[in-house]
Each structure stands twice: as structure tokens, then as C-alpha cells.
């Protein structure tokens, strides 16, 4: 019966037995509390039932409980918090040494790109122990990216770039759900998530051969013209990029702004937002020449242009 | 609470035969339709929300039908999509924020305050109009072919990319608010100025404590929820670029804007309930309610805290970590004034006298449905595990424990408890037992699976699932069967009561302290002969009974 019928998801990441281990905890606490408080009342009720002749007692109150009862929930509380936290920042702070995924979700698919260039819609490829990092947005509205043997998800907001990373412990197929309403075929908008042993995964991306996103990037580049005004040489009219990446830069009517994925994304898009100081607002929008998947592409470039200035980020 | 009435120099009592009450004076649908009296206003309440509750009743078995097999076989994914969301919005706009306050509101907190109405009268018919003409704007909307953005309306998809009729919708959400508004007003004003001489603060049962904190959030919250909705409303026609990143606006505003109007909205749902335990508490036990200044103050407490937790919706939303710290310690920290009040509720059934009527029942239903539902709150505050929490069927089971198993439960406590008082019958007590045990049994089958399906793994809002979902699905779609046959008893019960039920004339049948007990059954139209005077606490039950032996008084 509890075969077919098992209480949690497969655990197959480092933090599902985080986040297990605060569930079952706080299954036992508010099991205890809820019994026992409906056992009191319960108790209480019936000891205390109406009888003929037995008047009810005259009870104010008492400070002494009242603080008493405060103060206990209280505690837990903070503890429940503090324990919520660590495990939230775990889940939010990846380690230095990642893949780097993309994802597009879109009504109703989820589009990945690997780090090595190969794409595939709906599912997810990866190996087994290693950290992997996936940057993620939306074409459309909001969607969510759940991977719940991971117990993991996170929302992907047009606009926006949202991340979540995991490092897979054991292999198998996952399920992948989209979580955030987003309309007719919300409930569709699923896929498996294969986690792989590393030569598996070696052999899997072998036989889907693609462009890695910052060879992908540095042909947009060229062709999108970014070259002319971006390249050091005559026709320089724009920033020097490579090395840029993770750097702050210097805005034009003060203040500063960190190069990271978001914002080169919103030179792409919106170069007027914030303009570097000590140029023209001469770059001219790509809204609408470029999907998101393109745009990822290019922030992937312009980041490995750093690569090479020196380390990796 | 014993008042003691100026004695009147010409108080004659009628012959019961003709005793005026506001139900008899005048048959006329006129008269119900254009009256100002606050007792016939809660009746038009009551029938409206029952209607609702109806249509909503309805969509939700259509949901349980669909959800029997992993396949979407029983409806299309568009319509089952519309489906949950006019359940949803219907539930919550047309039940859950107007019951109590609309209903039981309406009714007994100008009689328990020893008032002849609220403060304005003629405002708080209009609150029922306008509630009537969103009401209308709904079933419009149902009619010509529905909304499906789910209640909560996030954008884009809202704004741009559902061709359902949302506009309509939000316009809906905007007038029905200041029905809310205009009764939160009416509340605050009834209490500031309208209490009998000697009712006190102190004095106040504290069913007028919650209506009060209730009545602040209305005000100050809803018209949020307008400006939300009326700024959807206007990027959906003009895109006017507030919420769609396509022509310059922040879906993560719209979350913002939409959850700092409805986690106060809980409250708008459950406080009112909150009010209608303690009076149900004290009244069965006979005893006043232990720690009433903390029971009173926990409830200003939840309204204030009420307003600084809203991240707690958008932990997973691309919102700041750190932001979602402040909100998350906020989140655990409401539930100490929750809990005090449970531990108050609790500690007043010591030495008290306990009888295990019908309305006592749907209390201790409410503390198990409550309890429940409060420490699931807890899970989801946690901010790791809301992670994987959030928006499955956790948070379902979660909000339907609190709302449907706390708020819904009181209200047909406080309905079982005022009903003798507001028809001059009462209903089976057999019946009416075996309805609340029915109801509690299939609460649990209901929604107790959903608990464990979305821990699993199965997200809300999905018209088809993952096979290994289904066994516990089934339950449920059981449970709702056996929970809906529990309601349906209820209310046929009642229903029966108003031909065929035992006439009640005695003006205390239930034996209790406060003003309303203390007027004709049914009340007169002025509620009272004469002004009463208060000379004691709310819950001066020792007064009542010590000396006396405590005797089943109906
Ligand atoms: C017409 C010349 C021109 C073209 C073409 C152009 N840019 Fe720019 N770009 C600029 C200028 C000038 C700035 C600095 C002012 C500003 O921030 O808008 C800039 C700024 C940037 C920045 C911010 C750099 C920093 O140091 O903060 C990025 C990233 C960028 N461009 C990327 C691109 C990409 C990618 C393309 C091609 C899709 C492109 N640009 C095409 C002129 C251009
Ligand atoms: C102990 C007190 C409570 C705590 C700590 C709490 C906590 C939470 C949290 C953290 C969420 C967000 C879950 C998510 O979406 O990931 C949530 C959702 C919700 N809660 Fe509570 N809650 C409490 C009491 C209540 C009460 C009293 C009500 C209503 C009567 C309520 C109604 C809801 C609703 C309606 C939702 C979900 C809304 C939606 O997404 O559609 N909660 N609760
Ligand atoms: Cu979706
Ligand atoms: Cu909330």
C-alpha cells in the first residue's frame, strides 16, 4: 500500500533532504499541538458538560498563561522561521562552480538550452552530481519551473530573469510541471526530467548536436551589427564588452549599475534605460528582432568575452 | 448581560397572538426591498449568499467530477479553467468576505450593542444594492462565456493574453468592494457612536471587538483591491504599461498590489468568525470568556499584522530574499495572537457548563478545521519549503481548511445559534447534529488528501494529472459528495424550521448574556421597547447562574 501510495516525491537533489527533513519535523510538531489542543477542548467539553445543580465556574483570565501562551508559540515560531530561512538561502545561493541552463517558458512549452548549445523542448538532460544553474524567463506571462523530486520551483517572468539551481543525487526521471497558472493548457505544460550518469549525459548530448549559446551569440553578434559599434577600431562608438561582465559601470546622470545577465538583457532591449557615462544614447533598441532565446544567447557571449579578459566567473 | 431596562412607563406586553415583529409588520416586497431596517437587510443577505453559495457549490462538484481521473475527460481545459476560477472568485466576493459581517453582522451588532439600527441606515441598503448589481455583473459574466484567469488575476496573462471576459470581471471586483467598504464604515461608525449607555468598550462582546478590527481592514484595504483591479482593468483595454513588461509594465507589481488587498482579505473572512466562536464559546459554556481584553486585542493585533505579510504569496516570485525574510518572520508571528485566541477558547471551557447543542458542535468543528489549517500555515510561512509548496495542492488544502473550515463553520454555528432569535423557530436538533458531524467528517475526506497529493507533487489548477495523483483525488471527490450532503441536511434543516419547527417566543431561549437575548424573538422593528441600559460585562454569566442551579433554559 505505502508503495503505491508514498507520502512525498522522489528525493533526488541536495536540498530535497533539506526540505523534507523541516516537512516531517513540522508534521510531528503540529500533529502533537493539533491533537492536543482538540483533545483539551474535547476534554474539557465533556468533563465540564452541563449538569443540573452544578453551576459554570467564575473565571477572569490569567496573565501568567496568557504570557505563557505567547510566549511558547512564539518561540517555535522563530524557530520555524529560522529554519524556513537556512533552507531557502541554500536554495538561493548556487556554488561557484555551475553549468549554466537556459530556459524560456513560453504557453505551453518550456524551451532549454544546454551549455554546450543543444536544445530540447519540454524535457531536461542533465548529469547526475554536478551543480547546474538554470537562468530562466518567460515569451509570454507568468509560468513556474517545478521540479518536484527536486522540491524546487521558481517562477519565469517575461521581462525578468529568475534562477534556480540543484545539484541532482540520483538518477532517474522526473517530472518537470509548470506551476503558475498561464492559461488553456497550464495542466500540458509538463515534461520528464532526465537525470543521467555522466557518460550517459555525455552520449545524450552527442547525439543532439548544437551550438553552444556563446558560439550562437557571437554569430547574432556579427550579424546583428552589434560589431560596428562595439568592436575597438574607427567606427568604436560604443563601450569596449569583453571583460565587462560582473563589473559595475558608471551611468550617465549618476549613480551605477552591476553587469549582469538583467541588465545586458535591458541594453539589449531598452538602451536608454541606462546609459554608461560617457557615451551617446546612440545604441537603437532590438525590441522585437530578438527572442528571449537570442537574447541568451548574446548575454552568454558578452559573458565568455569576459572569460577570456581573465577567469572564470 | 442583564440590562436593565428604564422601566417603561407604558410597557404593556402584547397578547402573542399580535405581537409585531420585523418580520410581520408588513408583508410587502416593497417593504423588503426598500427597507432600512439592519435585521431584514441581514435576511436579504442571507438569501443572496445562499444563491451564491449555490452556483459556487455547483462548480465545485464540477471540479471534484473532473478531477475523479487523471485525463481531462469530463470538461475542456478552457472550461474547467473558468470553472475553478468563477468558483473561486464567486466563493470569496459573494460568501466568504460578505457572510459573516452581511449576514450575522447585519443583524446582531446593533442588537448587541442595544442599538435601534446602524449608524446609517440608508448607506447600508445601498451596500446590499451594490452588492446585488456585482452579484448580476457575475452571473453576466458566467452567462456570456466566463473568466479564466483564476481569482487571483496575474498579469499577463489577465491583462493581455486571456481572451475571456476579464475586464468585465475586474469592474465586477471594483463595485463589489465598496460593498465591503461601505459596510466596513457602517460598522465602525455603529460602534463608535450607537452603543446603549454603559456599554463600554470593555463591555463590548467580542463579536463587536472583530467586527470592528474587521471593519478597519475593509477600509483600508479595499479600496486597493480597486485601484488593483481598475488598473487591470484599464491595461486590458488601453495597455496602458503598469502590469504587461511588453509595453513597459511589472507583472511582480500586480502580485504586489494584489496580495496587499487580499492577505488582508483572509482576515476580512476570518476575523468576523473569530467574533462568532466567542460568543458561541461563551454562550455554551455558560462562562465568560477567559482573557477577554487578549481575545479583544489578539483580533487588533491580526488586523494590523494583517497588512506587512503579503510576500508570503511571492517567496518563489523572483521577490528579494531578503524581502521575503521580513515577510516570512511577519508570517509566523501572526500566528502567536491566532493561537492565543485558540488557547483563551479553550482554557473558557474549564469549570464551565457545556452543553453540546448544535452550534456547540460546529465550534469544536471549528477548533479541529481551524487548527489544522492554521498550522498549515505555518508549512508554507517556512520559506524552504514554500518553495516546493507553493501553488500546489498544500496551499489548496491549506486555504480551504482556514476558509471554508474556519470561517464557513462558524457561520453556520452563528447561523444555528441566532436562528431562534432571527425566525422565532427552531430548527431539528437532531438534524441539525447530524449535519455538523457529517460536515466535519466530509471536511476532512475532502481536503485532508490534498495535503499529501501536493506535498507529492501535484500542482493546483490542473485540469489533467499525473496517474500516480489519482487515488487521493478520488477521496476527495468522495469527501466533497459527503461534505456536500452534510451542508445540503444544514440547510433543509433550517429551511424546514420556518413552517414546521417549534415556535420560540422566549426572548433567551439558549439561556446566554447579551442585548439581543434580551428583546422580543423575533425582535420588534426598533429592537428594543427602550433604550436598555448596561450595567455589567459581556459575559456576566457567574451573575447569571451562581445561586441558581444551571438548568437547560429551551
Ligand atoms: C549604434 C551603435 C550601437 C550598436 C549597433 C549596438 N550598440 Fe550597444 N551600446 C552602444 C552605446 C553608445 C552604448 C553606451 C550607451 C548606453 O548604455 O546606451 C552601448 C551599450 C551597450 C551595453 C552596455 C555596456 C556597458 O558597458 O554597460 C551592452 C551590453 C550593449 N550595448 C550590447 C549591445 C549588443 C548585444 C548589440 C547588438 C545586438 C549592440 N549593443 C549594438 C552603441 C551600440
Ligand atoms: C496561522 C495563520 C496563517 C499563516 C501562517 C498562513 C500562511 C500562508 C502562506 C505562507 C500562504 C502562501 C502559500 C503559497 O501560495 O505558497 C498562504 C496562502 C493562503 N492562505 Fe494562509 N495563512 C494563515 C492563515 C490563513 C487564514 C486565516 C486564511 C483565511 C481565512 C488564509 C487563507 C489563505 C489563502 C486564501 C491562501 C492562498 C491564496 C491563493 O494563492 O489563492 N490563511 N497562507
Ligand atoms: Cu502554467
Ligand atoms: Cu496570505
Redesign the interface.
Known amino acids: 500500500m505505502l508503495q503505491?501510495?508514498?507520502?512525498?516525491?522522489p528525493s533526488a537533489s541536495t536540498f530535497a533532504p533539506?526540505?523534507d527533513a523541516?516537512?516531517w519535523f513540522?508534521v510531528i510538531?503540529?500533529t502533537v499541538?493539533?491533537v492536543g489542543?482538540?483533545a483539551?477542548?474535547?476534554f474539557?467539553?465533556?468533563r465540564?458538560?452541563?449538569?443540573?445543580?452544578?453551576?459554570?465556574?467564575?473565571?477572569?483570565?490569567?496573565l501568567r498563561?496568557?504570557l505563557l501562551?505567547?510566549f511558547i508559540?512564539?518561540v517555535l515560531?522563530?524557530g520555524?522561521?529560522a529554519?524556513?530561512?537556512?533552507?531557502?538561502?541554500?536554495?538561493?545561493k548556487p556554488p561557484p562552480d555551475v553549468m549554466d541552463f537556459y530556459v524560456s517558458g513560453k504557453?505551453w512549452m518550456w524551451k532549454v538550452q544546454h551549455p554546450t548549445g543543444q536544445k530540447e523542448i519540454n524535457d531536461l538532460h542533465i548529469p547526475v552530481g554536478r551543480a547546474i544553474r538554470l537562468t530562466m524567463t518567460s515569451e509570454?506571462?507568468?509560468h513556474?519551473y517545478?521540479i518536484?523530486?527536486f522540491?524546487?520551483?521558481?517562477?519565469t517572468?517575461?521581462?525578468?530573469y529568475?534562477e534556480m539551481w540543484f545539484q541532482a543525487t540520483k538518477p532517474g526521471k522526473y517530472?518537470i510541471?509548470?506551476?503558475?497558472?498561464?492559461?488553456?493548457?497550464?495542466?500540458?505544460m509538463i515534461g520528464e526530467c532526465y537525470v543521467l550518469e555522466p557518460e550517459e549525459y555525455q552520449r545524450w548530448l552527442s547525439g543532439n548536436t548544437g551550438e553552444a549559446p556563446e558560439v550562437a551569440g557571437q554569430k547574432l553578434f556579427e550579424n546583428l551589427r552589434c560589431v560596428t559599434c562595439h568592436m575597438a577600431g574607427a567606427g568604436q562608438r560604443g563601450p569596449e564588452l569583453a571583460g565587462v561582465y560582473g563589473t559595475k559601470v558608471a551611468l550617465e546622470g549618476g549613480g551605477e549599475a552591476v553587469v549582469n545577465d538583467e541588465y545586458i538583457r535591458e541594453s539589449i532591449l531598452k538602451p536608454l534605460a541606462k546609459v554608461v557615462k560617457g557615451f551617446q544614447p546612440v545604441m537603437n533598441t532590438y525590441e522585437g528582432q530578438v527572442g528571449e532565446e537570442e537574447i541568451m544567447q548574446l548575454v552568454a557571449y558578452i559573458k565568455s568575452l569576459k572569460a577570456q579578459g581573465g577567469g572564470k566567473q | 448581560m442583564s440590562a436593565q431596562a428604564v422601566a417603561a412607563p407604558h410597557a404593556k406586553i402584547a397578547a402573542p397572538e399580535h405581537r409585531e415583529t420585523y418580520l410581520n409588520y408588513d408583508y410587502s416586497w416593497k417593504s423588503w426591498l426598500f427597507t432600512v431596517d439592519h435585521k431584514r437587510i441581514g435576511i436579504l443577505y442571507l438569501l443572496t449568499v445562499a444563491f451564491f453559495v449555490a452556483i459556487g457549490g455547483l462548480f465545485a462538484m464540477m471540479i471534484r467530477a473532473e478531477l475523479l481521473t487523471p485525463q481531462?475527460d469530463v470538461l475542456e481545459?478552457?472550461t474547467y479553467?473558468k470553472i475553478f476560477t468563477m468558483h473561486g472568485a464567486v466563493m470569496i466576493f459573494f460568501f466568504l468576505i460578505p457572510g459573516v459581517p452581511g449576514v450575522l453582522g447585519n443583524f446582531v451588532l446593533p442588537l448587541m450593542i442595544g442599538a435601534r439600527d446602524v449608524a446609517f441606515p440608508k448607506l447600508n441598503l445601498l451596500s446590499w444594492y451594490i452588492f446585488v448589481v456585482g452579484g448580476l455583473l457575475t452571473l453576466f459574466v458566467a452567462a456570456t462565456g466566463g473568466v479564466?484567469?483564476?481569482w487571483?488575476f496575474?498579469a499577463?496573462?489577465s491583462s493581455?493574453?486571456?481572451n475571456t471576459r476579464v475586464a468585465e470581471t475586474a469592474i465586477m471586483v471594483f463595485i463589489t468592494g465598496f460593498s465591503s467598504i461601505l459596510t466596513g464604515l457602517n460598522f465602525l461608525v455603529t460602534v463608535h457612536t450607537m452603543r446603549a449607555p454603559g456599554m463600554t468598550w470593555f463591555r463590548l462582546p467580542l463579536f463587536i471587538w472583530a467586527s470592528y478590527a474587521t471593519a478597519l481592514i475593509n477600509v483600508l484595504a479595499t479600496p486597493v483591491l480597486a485601484i488593483t483591479v481598475l488598473l487591470l482593468a484599464l491595461e486590458r483595454i488601453f495597455h496602458i504599461g503598469i502590469f504587461d513588461?511588453?509595453v513597459g509594465g511589472?507583472?511582480?507589481l500586480f502580485e504586489h498590489m494584489f496580495w496587499f488587498y487580499s492577505h488582508p482579505a483572509v482576515y476580512i473572512m476570518i476575523l468576523p468568525a473569530m467574533g462568532v466562536i466567542s460568543e458561541l464559546v461563551a454562550a455554551f459554556?455558560?462562562?465568560?470568556i477567559?482573557?477577554?481584553?487578549?481575545v479583544a486585542f489578539s483580533s487588533l493585533a491580526i488586523a494590523v499584522l494583517g497588512f506587512l505579510v503579503w510576500g508570503h504569496h511571492m517567496?518563489?516570485?523572483?521577490q528579494s530574499?531578503y524581502a521575503?525574510?521580513v515577510f516570512?518572520?511577519l508570517?509566523?508571528?501572526i500566528?502567536?495572537p491566532t493561537?492565543?485566541k485558540?488557547?483563551?477558547?479553550?482554557?473558557t471551557?474549564?469549570?464551565?457548563?457545556?452543553?453540546?447543542a448544535t452550534p456547540?458542535l460546529y465550534v469544536?468543528a471549528f477548533?479541529?478545521l481551524f487548527?489544522?489549517g492554521g498550522?498549515?500555515g505555518?508549512?508554507l510561512?517556512?520559506?524552504?519549503?514554500?518553495?516546493?509548496m507553493?501553488?500546489?495542492y498544500f496551499v489548496v488544502a491549506h486555504f480551504h481548511y482556514v476558509m471554508v473550515g474556519g470561517m464557513v463553520t462558524a457561520f453556520f454555528g452563528g447561523l444555528h445559534y441566532w436562528w431562534p432569535k432571527m425566525f422565532g423557530r427552531m430548527y431539528n436538533e437532531l438534524t441539525g447534529k447530524l449535519a455538523a458531524l457529517i460536515i466535519f467528517v466530509g471536511f476532512n475526506m475532502t481536503f485532508f488528501p490534498q495535503f499529501?497529493v501536493g506535498?507529492?507533487?501535484m500542482?493546483?489548477?490542473?485540469?489533467?494529472?499525473?496517474p500516480?495523483f489519482q487515488?487521493?483525488n478520488v477521496l476527495s471527490s468522495a469527501g466533497a459528495v459527503v461534505l456536500g450532503t452534510g451542508y445540503l441536511l444544514a440547510a433543509v434543516n433550517l429551511i424546514w424550521s420556518l413552517k414546521f419547527g417549534k415556535v420560540v417566543t422566549e426572548k433567551n431561549p439558549w439561556g446566554a448574556t447579551g442585548l439581543e437575548w434580551e428583546t422580543q424573538t423575533p425582535p420588534i422593528p426598533h429592537n428594543f421597547e427602550v433604550t436598555p441600559r448596561v450595567t455589567q460585562e459581556a459575559y456576566a454569566?457567574?451573575e447569571m447562574?451562581?445561586?441558581?442551579?444551571?438548568?437547560?433554559v429551551h
Not at chain 1, 177 to 188: I, N, P, V
Open positions: 503505491e501510495l508514498p507520502l512525498t516525491p533539506q526540505v523541516l516537512y513540522l510538531l503540529s499541538v493539533t489542543i482538540f483539551a477542548a474535547l474539557l467539553s465533556i465540564y458538560r452541563r449538569r443540573p445543580g452544578v453551576a459554570p465556574g467564575n473565571i477572569e483570565g490569567s498563561l496568557e501562551w505567547s508559540p512564539g515560531a522563530i520555524i522561521f529554519w524556513g530561512a537556512k533552507v531557502y538561502f541554500y536554495a538561493a504557453q509570454d506571462v507568468l513556474s517545478w518536484p523530486a522540491r524546487l520551483k521558481k517562477d517572468v517575461p521581462g525578468r529568475t517530472h510541471q509548470c506551476a503558475e497558472y498561464c492559461g488553456t493548457k497550464h495542466s500540458g | 481531462g481545459s478552457e479553467n479564466d484567469t483564476g487571483t496575474y499577463p496573462y493581455t493574453y486571456s513588461p511588453k511589472d507583472p511582480i459554556s455558560r462562562k465568560r477567559f482573557g477577554y481584553s487578549f517567496f518563489v516570485s523572483g530574499a521575503g525574510l516570512s518572520v508570517t509566523v508571528l500566528a502567536v493561537a492565543v485558540i488557547f483563551n477558547w479553550t482554557a471551557l474549564y469549570q464551565g457548563s457545556v452543553e453540546f456547540f469544536l477548533f479541529g487548527l489544522i498550522v498549515t505555518l508549512f510561512a517556512a520559506m524552504g519549503l514554500d518553495i516546493h507553493h501553488d500546489n499529501i506535498y507529492m507533487g500542482p493546483r489548477r490542473y485540469h489533467a494529472y499525473a500516480e487515488v487521493l454569566y457567574h447562574y451562581s445561586g441558581k442551579e444551571a438548568h437547560g
